[in-house]
Nanobody, 120 residues
């Protein structure tokens, strides 16, 4: 089992950057694929990015390709989401997740979320 805690959210103007972090408990962190999801008010939660166990493979939603970068440091039990050129439509609660498969849906463990607000 793994527990996830996100940090790094906040308010930023359009065009700005933020880096989200997700700290995991437990030495089994490197056994999990990790992903980032987001949920905007009144909308369903959506996939943002995922990274394989070793960090050698990444997957991104089309809407964030070229602007967001997912990475992980297994020695620090942490996964990151670097978000550049942020847009107001990126405003959402961002969640970190961990699971057994490199996919966009099936994740077993979730963090509590961190709010990202982008002003125009």
């Amino acid at each position: 089992q793994v527990q996830l805690v996100e940090s790094g959210g906040g308010m930023v103007q359009a065009g700005g950057s933020l880096r989200l972090s997700c700290a995991a408990s437990g030495r089994s962190f490197s056994s999990y694929v990790t992903g980032w999801f987001r949920q905007a008010p009144g909308k369903e939660r959506e996939f943002v990015a995922a990274i394989s166990r070793t960090g050698g493979s990444m997957d991104y939603a089309d809407s964030v390709k070229g602007r967001f970068t997912i990475s992980r440091d297994n020695a620090k039990f942490t996964v990151y989401l670097q978000m550049n050129n942020l847009k107001p439509e990126n405003t959402a609660v961002y969640y970190c997740a961990a699971g057994p498969l490199m996919c966009r849906r099936y994740y077993n463990y979730w963090g509590q979320g961190t709010q990202v607000t982008v002003s125009s």
